[in-house]
C-alpha cells in the first residue's frame, strides 16, 4: 500500500484552530497617504491588536504572524532598526495585555541575529505568558522557512545521528518551529501580492491561501470575518475525491 507523505488528515472545523498571516502592505499604505513608511509599520500594530482580540474571541488555538523575515534585513537600516525598536517596544508595553487576556506568546526565528536586549525581553515575555492556553500568539522574527527545515533538521540529526538516511514526518515535526502546533488551516496574506516569502513552507503544505489587496494597517476583525468565510467554503480534501467526503471519516 503507498502511504501519504503527510502524516494525517487534520480534522476540519468551521473556525481555523490556527491561522498564519503574512501582514503585508504598510509601507504602500503610508505610501497612499504621504507618509513615511514607519508610519505603515506604527499603524500595523494597530491592526496585531485586532486581529490577536478578535482571535482569541472567535476560539482560533493559534495565530502566527510575520512580522520580519531573514530577508527584511536586506532594506535600509533606519526602516531595520525602527522595525526592531517596535518589537522592543511591544515586548516591553504589550504583554501585560496578552497576560491578562489569557494568550500565551511564542516567539519563533533565529535569535541568534537579534540584540541581547531582545533575546532576553523575548524569554521575559515568554516566561510570562507561557501558563496560558486560550489562545498562542507566535510572531515570526528574522524567520525564514528555509532556515526553520536546515535548523529543524541539523539538530534532530546532531541529537540523533543514526536516523541520517531514514528521518521520518514524525521526527522532524517537533524540531520545527511550531512543533507542537496543529499545521495551519488558514493563510492570509494582505497587500495583494500572492507569494509565501519563505514563511511557513513546511508547515503550509495544506493550508488553505487567501490572499486580499486589503493593507495590513486595514485589516479589521470584518476583514478577518470575510476571510474565515471564504475558508468555510473551501472543500478540505486531502488527496481524496469530493465523493470521498461525504461518505469517509479521515482515513489516510
Ligand atoms: C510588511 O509591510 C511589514 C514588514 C515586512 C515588516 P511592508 O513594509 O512590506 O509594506 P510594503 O509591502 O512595502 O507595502
Ligand atoms: C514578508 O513581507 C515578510 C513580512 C511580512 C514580515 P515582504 O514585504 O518582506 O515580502 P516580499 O519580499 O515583498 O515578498
Ligand atoms: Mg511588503
Known amino acids: 500500500m503507498h502511504t501519504s507523505s503527510t502524516l494525517a488528515i ?3 472545523g468551521e473556525i481555523p484552530r490556527h491561522i498564519a498571516i503574512i501582514m503585508d502592505g504598510n509601507g504602500r499604505w503610508a505610501k497612499t497617504r504621504g ?3 514607519i508610519e505603515g509599520h506604527r499603524r500595523g500594530v494597530e491592526a496585531v491588536r485586532t486581529v490577536v482580540q478578535h482571535c482569541a474571541e472567535l476560539g482560533v488555538e493559534h495565530l502566527t504572524l510575520f512580522a520580519f523575515s531573514s530577508e527584511n534585513w536586506r532594506r535600509p537600516p533606519e526602516e531595520v532598526h525602527f522595525l ?3 518589537f522592543r517596544l511591544m515586548l516591553k508595553r504589550e504583554v501585560a495585555r496578552l497576560d491578562k487576556n489569557g494568550i500565551r ?3 519563533i526565528g533565529n535569535r541568534d541575529g537579534l540584540s541581547d536586549e531582545l533575546r532576553a525581553l523575548i524569554e521575559a515575555a515568554e516566561t510570562k505568558t507561557a501558563c496560558h492556553t486560550r489562545l498562542t500568539l507566535n510572531v515570526a522574527v528574522n524567520y525564514g522557512g528555509r532556515w526553520d527545515l536546515l535548523n529543524a533538521f541539523n539538530r534532530l540529526l546532531s541529537d540523533r545521528p543514526e536516523l541520517a538516511g531514514r528521518v521520518s514526518e514524525s521526527d522532524l515535526w517537533p524540531y520545527l518551529a ?3 502546533a496543529p499545521e495551519p488551516d488558514l493563510f492570509i496574506r494582505t497587500g495583494g501580492e500572492q507569494r509565501i516569502s519563505n514563511f511557513l513552507i513546511w508547515q503550509l503544505a495544506y493550508t488553505e491561501l487567501y490572499f486580499t489587496p486589503v493593507f495590513w494597517p486595514d485589516f479589521d476583525a470584518a476583514a478577518l470575518d470575510a476571510a474565515i468565510q471564504w475558508y468555510r467554503e ?3 480534501r486531502f488527496g481524496r475525491t469530493s465523493e470521498q467526503l461525504t461518505t469517509t471519516q479521515g482515513g489516510e
Do not use: A, H, N, Y
Request: hydrophobic letters at 40%; proline letters at 11%.
Open 105 to 107: 506568546l511564542r516567539i
Open 35 to 37: 507618509l513615511p513608511r
Open 178 to 180: 511550531l512543533g507542537d
Open 10 to 12: 487534520p480534522e476540519v
Open 84 to 86: 526592531m525598536g517596535l
Open 234 to 236: 473551501r472543500e478540505r
